[in-house]
């Protein structure tokens, strides 16, 4: 596509790049505390929240992604947005938020401290924080990548570009930069999505010849069980929207962190609200030219190849400036939320908590500035030694198979936290470390080099084993939380002023 970009479409890109970083920077003047660095004061609006949540959810690799996923199996990828995500984020918006707004916590992990233990925190901001940490530079290596392939410039030089744009605006402006910004990024991802889809339906006759151009098979939502696909009916519905989802939407630092700096708990639940009525759209704007590509190209040996082509055969100059535009957005805000939360994990969760608990607001803003630009110099380094290996798209499948291993714990153990107040901090540990071996030994025995050494099949006869093995992980996590907390002494009753949601006095500082 580089060869097919113009003059103006340079310009709208740079225009687009300078604005963006110039609105971070100008936030960052008004930074002074480590609660403006991490929580943003606790004033941002409902509307911009939403935004930074669909924006972070959706990066450039999903765009790209998902497009060759419709194009390669069908509609039935609009199911990871329209089941795997909506519901759960109106579930979260009005049982789960509010707990975590009251008690004016930073951090999941430190919410799990005020409910069970310091064990349980720790357990838990290392799960994140390692995860995070290394999808850092599995994010940046995929944005040098593709932006590389969008502009025709040298792929080091991409990461580098990336990593010097987004560090520029969130080392300065935190957690506010980062919304803002994402605001601006998911306005632009969603209109350029949106001009990319309307222009492919039209150019194929509207949806009538959309209709006539696509078979059934591809148009059909709901796949059988038996399905080859990575989309069967069961996975979807048991794996992914009853224990992937809500953990991700409840549990996830780089999501929850967004709405704990809302300027009040009603916008914390309205911009979840928000964030799920926009999500509503995401399929139209990133699945549906999957199809149109199906329909205009049949016979691509790489689906991940139908969004770009489409985009360079149907955009005119000047407006595939847009699109790349709308494409950086969505790399950059995904790159600028986790590297805030990860900051934020490691300077609260951490720092605070195990080096220097009497660290002042303003310290933990320059401790919390430190961590980011780290954090961000790992980055580069993982994300360039990835490149070398030249395996970027195995190691992203293994890192999201490794979060699928603490998830459903996680999901268990929190979902128990805020729900019972029987639940013992003993129970949480150890279901929640035993569910990840059970999540490891599952997919372990599940590999098919593992089954015929055993001289037994597989266990997943799937191309997605993580929507089934967290299944199972999440089940046992619970029946050990439940066993063992009935086993145990029940928790102190000034923790249980955490599971009605009210802060406490020590709330009142930066984490705890």
Known sequence: MSGSLTQADYLLILAYLVGTVALGVIIGRRIKTGTDFFLAGRSLPWWAVGMSLVATDIGGTDIIGVGGAAYTHGMAVANFEWIGCVPAMIVAA????????????????????????????????????????????????????????L?????????????????????????????????????????????????????????????????PEQRQLILPADSPTPFPWPGILFGLA???????????????????????????????????????????????????????????????????????????????????????????????????????????????????????????????????ALLLGWAVVFAMFLARMNEQSGIYAIFQTLMAFFQGPALAILLCGVLWRRATGTAALLGFLCGIACSISLFTLGQPGVAARLGWQPLFQVSEPFLYFSIWAFLFTLSIVIVVSWLTRAEPPEKMQYVLGRRAAASEGVGS
Do not use: H
């Open 94 to 149: 009005f049982v789960f938020i509010p707990f975590f707004y009251r008690t004016g916590v930073y951090t999941v992990p430190e919410y799990m401290e005020r409910r069970y233990n310091a064990g349980v925190r720790s357990a838990l901001a290392l799960c994140w924080l390692i995860f995070m940490a290394c999808n850092l530079g599995i994010m940046l290596l995929a944005s040098g990548k593709m932006m590389a392939t």
């Open 151 to 215: 502009v025709g410039w040298n792929t080091t030089f991409c990461i580098g570009i990336t990593a010097v744009l987004v560090g520029m605006y969130t080392l300065t402006g935190g957690l506010a930069a980062v919304v803002y910004t994402d605001a601006i990024q998911c306005t632009v991802m969603i209109g350029g999505c949106l001009l990319v889809t309307v222009l492919g339906v039209w150019d194929l006759g509207g949806l009538a010849g959309l209709q006539e151009l696509t078979s």
């Open 242 to 372: 009853l224990v992937l989802s809500p953990a991700y939407w409840i549990g996830n630092q780089a999501i929850i962190q967004r709405s704990l700096g809302a300027e009040s708990e009603f916008a914390a639940k309205a911009s979840y609200v928000w964030g799920a009525v926009l999500k509503n759209l995401i399929p139209l704007i990133i699945a549906v030219p999957g199809l149109v590509a199906a329909a205009k190209f049949p016979d691509l040996a790489d689906g991940d190849l139908a969004y770009p082509l489409l985009v360079s055969t149907l955009l005119p100059a000047g407006l595939k400036g847009l699109f790349v535009a709308a494409f950086i957005a969505a790399l950059m805000s995904s790159v600028d939320s986790y590297l805030n939360s990860a900051a934020t994990i490691l300077t609260v969760d951490l720092y605070q908590r195990f080096v220097r608990p009497q660290a002042t607001d303003r310290q933990l803003l320059t401790i919390g500035r430190v961590t980011t």
